[in-house]
Nanobody, 118 residues
């Protein structure tokens, strides 16, 4: 079994910053192939925010380029999302995903709520 746990959500004012953390643990024998962040706003579908492979390849959604930065600690199977210049439209539940191998299953966390409001 693999457990994925996010932390770091909360309430922040527009223009502010927040850092999310996610740790994957359990039956993981090497660094997870891919870890990343998705989000789901009320009434909307879950969407990609950013992912990073254990080889360093990153993928960002256009709406966060230049504002959010994803980073990883491969040895600890942790992934971080530094969110800057936050906007009200960034309000959502942010989910962490871990994929152990290229063709492996996706493991999801339960999500952490980020609210951007004055």
């Amino acid at each position: 079994q693999v457990q994925v746990v996010e932390s770091g959500g909360g309430l922040v004012q527009p223009g502010g910053s927040l850092r999310l953390s996610c740790a994957a643990s359990g039956s993981i024998f090497n660094s997870a192939y891919l870890m990343g962040w998705y989000r789901q706003a009320p009434g909307k579908q879950r969407e990609l925010v950013a992912t990073k492979t254990n080889g360093g390849t990153t993928n960002y959604a256009d709406f966060v380029k230049g504002r959010f930065i994803i980073s990883r600690d491969n040895a600890k199977n942790t992934v971080y999302l530094q969110m800057n210049s936050l906007r009200p439209e960034d309000t959502a539940v942010y989910y962490c995903k871990a994929r152990l191998s290229i063709i492996g299953l996706d493991y999801w966390g339960e999500g952490t709520l980020v609210t951007v409001s004055a």
